[in-house]
Structure formats: structure tokens, C-alpha cells
């Protein structure tokens, strides 16, 4: 019998930033496994991945995005721009079609500009404004449509993004809405933080 699990992961891109926001409970079935799991993984200083399905698959393509990013900034002394790094994870999904990596990614950063890409397992890879992966998907992408707007502030969408995120654990039983992580990438870094509830 195969166990449900789940989370809510969430992005919204703005002019001068990305936010990265999910819950942090690791659920199995009908059981929370943890309340305080990151899911939000640095894969450069500029360039970071959200993580929903299987843990193994995500930490594996994590450690290749890492490698694959040190080697390129070793070879060309610059860094590989978020949006190369997002089309190299879908050709590396979609090199593994016929025995599919488990995950659904989203990657944001900002290393020439702010790039927000949602993956699917198969590698099919969609540039967008805000999006959203997991079980509590509906419930987060119904508050992005009803609030996002194209002169947000980074503030404005960390706010969004909490919201998000929050909603989708009040109605999703598989997304925690005790804590949320959040990620913020603009021009002059990152920036992780925790807000509990």
C-alpha cells in the first residue's frame, strides 16, 4: 500500500527579487514525521531549489546542481546564471524520463536578474512570475492569483508567500501551517528565515 505524503512549496518573482517560501512538516501517510524539515535548499550563494516528493531524488539532484555550478564557476570564473542552471536540471530530469526522478522543483534566483522556473519530473520546465508544487498547491495558487501583482516589493511577496503557504496548511492535511521557511535572493545575496506561528 503506498503511503501519502506532502507540502506546499511556493515562488513569486519580483523586480528586484525572488522569495521562496514552504512549510517545514514532514508528513507520512496519516502521521507528521517532523515539524522542522528544511525544504528549501541553497544550491549556489544566488540560486536555491524547493523541494516536494521523494527526499532521495531531490538531495541527489541538489548535490549534481552543486558540483555542476562549482565546476562551471571553476572553468569560467563567473557564475552559471539561474536561468542555466534551470534548463541543465531539465535536461538532466528529462535525460531520466524512462525511470523518472520523483520531485517537483521549483528554482529561483538572481544572479543577472531575478528567475523564478517550475520543473516537472519529466524535465518540462515553465519561466514564470509565481508558481507553486505539492499537495497544497490548489489552495497556495488561488491566494497568488487573487494578490500577486507586477509592482510588488520583495517585502510585499515574503508576505505573499507566507500567506500562501499558511492557507494551503489550514486546508491540506499532508502541509504544515506551524512554520513556514522562507527564502529571500536579491542583488545583494541570500537570506533564510523562519516564521512560526
Keep these: 500500500m ?20 514552504a512549510d517545514t512538516q514532514a508528513s507520512l501517510d496519516h502521521m507528521v514525521e517532523t515539524l522542522n524539515i528544511k525544504k528549501i535548499l541553497p544550491i549556489t550563494d544566488r540560486i536555491a531549489i524547493t523541494t516536494a516528493g521523494s527526499v532521495g531524488d531531490i538531495q541527489a539532484l541538489a548535490r549534481q546542481l552543486e558540483a555542476e555550478a562549482r565546476y562551471y564557476q571553476f572553468s569560467w570564473g563567473r557564475s552559471l546564471t539561474t536561468r542555466a542552471m534551470a534548463n541543465l536540471l531539465s535536461n538532466i ?16 534566483g538572481y544572479v543577472d536578474e531575478p528567475t523564478l522556473a517550475n520543473l ?6 515553465v519561466f514564470d512570475k509565481y508558481t507553486t508544487t ?48 522562507v527564502m529571500t535572493i536579491t542583488k545583494d545575496g541570500m537570506k533564510e528565515e523562519f516564521v512560526e506561528f
Design 120 to 125: 516537472d519530473p519529466l524535465g518540462g520546465l
Design 93 to 108: 530530469l528529462n535525460e531520466n524520463r524512462g525511470y523518472p526522478y520523483m520531485v517537483q522543483i521549483i528554482i529561483g
Design 2 to 21: 503506498e503511503k501519502k505524503t506532502g507540502t506546499t512549496t511556493v515562488g513569486i518573482k519580483v523586480k528586484d527579487g525572488v522569495v521562496l517560501a
Design 134 to 181: 505539492g499537495s497544497g498547491s490548489p489552495f497556495a495558487i488561488a491566494i497568488l492569483e487573487d494578490s500577486y501583482r507586477d509592482d510588488m516589493d520583495v517585502k510585499e511577496a515574503k508576505e505573499l508567500a507566507i500567506r500562501a503557504v499558511r492557507t494551503a496548511g489550514k486546508r491540506d492535511i499532508y502541509t504544515g501551517d506551524r512554520k513556514i521557511q
